[in-house]
């Protein structure tokens, strides 16, 4: 127990420690729990609540963060539109500025962690990723279509955990799969590396048999850019970024239709889906409708409503307009700066390529942000929070050769 890594070295349950498990339970807890209301009171009462007494160190070094700053000013205007949206309500105003709350005291809590030892996030990361293998098996095994093999291609797996729909399953599992791969590739040769490389193949078998796009998607183009990117300081990553590559390259091409001539259900659905929005932008362009959007007006197929914009930067326009968008953009940029920045600089594309596979999920999967605890906080905030601790040199200069921690 001694030798663990943990934020207070010097005492065993310091609030610290105390907090750090419970960080590392909540974020393990997407596999398990059986729903999100269960994780996010567990988030309110063991995570929020304690790390409150953590927070006033991050807090004070965030704001030498531009990414961070970017991040408060868009967070801060969605939130201000809200009062003019078409029937506002001051109940759910204070839902979305909780959840905010909630949101930005996890990247804190992130930051904290590197803070204390640089290491300690990805010691939580690569540990999750083995509940995340040993789940991706009970979900594997549980998957009763399997035995059942002409109708396999009509089943869509859906994993054990707080997830809503089968394309949440694929984004949360599929994330740890490029995690997991990280580990190999910074361990390769070492006997642990060999059981992450076999729950790798296990999370890809997953994301498979989801049938999500979306997912499929981002897991080849953040697999493919991790080794790229490690091509520099060993060619041979070539001979399987390069492959990876294509294969997403195709992979896409073949949804849009390019290859056959038929464009994927998916991508099809969300064309109807993505006027509507760019019609209610529209109708206000520069200040948008407000925050608190509309109920669902109509509905396309198998519950997929047209007022789900399928588009983070779609639903900004149609919600905060131009403003809003123009919030949106310096996020994304600064974040893919210091992304690049640890990929090129210290051969370390991890957290870029964590950022990339949420850039491809909420590019045309997601709609509003603020949430109580789904798949965004691992796919978004987590990346987010990492990049942050980037900028603001948390994260030292390292051999690209060492041990991950």
């Known amino acids: 127990m001694a030798t663990l890594p943990r934020p207070d070295l010097n005492r065993r349950w310091s609030l610290p420690n105390v907090v750090f498990l419970t960080y590392t339970l909540f974020l393990a807890g997407f596999y398990f729990v059986p729903n999100a209301v269960d994780l996010y009171k567990f988030y309110v009462i063991m ?19 531009p990414l961070w700053c970017s991040l408060i000013a868009y967070l801060c205007y969605m939130l201000l539109s809200s009062f003019w949206s078409h029937q506002f309500s001051l109940a759910i105003f204070w839902r979305d500025v909780l959840y905010a709350v909630y949101i930005l005291s996890f990247i804190l809590l992130t930051l904290y962690f590197f803070d204390r030892n640089e290491q300690l996030p990805n010691t939580v990361m690569y540990s999750i990723a083995l509940v995340v293998m040993v789940a991706a098996i009970f979900s594997i095994i549980s998957f009763e279509p399997l035995t059942q093999l002409p109708r396999l291609t009509d089943a869509r797996l859906s994993g054990t955990g707080a997830l809503g729909t089968v394309n949440e399953s694929a984004f949360v599992y599929g994330i740890f799969g490029v995690i997991a791969l990280d580990y190999v590739r910074r361990n390769w040769g070492q006997g642990l590396a060999y059981l992450y490389a076999a729950g790798f193949a296990i999370i890809v078998l997953f994301v498979i048999l989801t049938q999500s796009n979306t997912g499929l998607l981002a897991l080849s183009v953040a697999c493919a850019l991790l080794f790229l990117f490690h091509a520099k300081r060993n060619s041979r990553a070539l001979y399987i970024g390069l492959p990876l590559g294509l294969a997403a390259f195709l992979y896409l091409a073949w949804s849009l239709g390019l290859l056959t001539g038929t464009m994927d259900m998916g991508f099809t659905m969300r064309w109807p889906i993505w006027d509507h929005a760019i019609e209610l932008w529209q109708s206000a362009p520069v200040f948008g409708l407000g925050y608190q959007k509309a109920l669902a007006v109509a509905e396309i197929k198998r519950g ?7 588009s983070l930067f779609l639903s900004t326009l149609r919600d905060g307009g131009l403003v809003g968008f123009f919030l949106l953009l310096p996020v994304y940029v600064l974040a893919l700066r210091a992304g690049l920045k640890m990929a090129l600089k210290k051969s370390d594309p991890l957290y870029l390529c964590l950022f990339i596979f949420g850039f491809i999920v909420v590019l045309v999967s997601m709609d509003q942000i603020l949430t109580r605890p789904r798949e965004l906080w691992l796919v978004l905030w987590l990346p987010l929070a990492c990049l942050i601790a980037h900028e603001l040199g948390l994260i030292k200069v390292q051999s690209p050769d060492a041990p991950p921690g």
């Not at 160190?57 to 030498?64: E, Q």
């Not at 997929?304 to 399928?310: E, F, L, S």
Request: proline fraction near 12%; hydrophobic fraction near 55%; include cysteine.
């Open 304 to 310: 997929v409503n047209i007022n789900y914009a399928h």
């Open 47 to 65: 995570v929020f609540l304690p790390g409150l007494f953590l927070l006033p160190v991050p807090l004070k070094l965030c704001w030498r963060s």
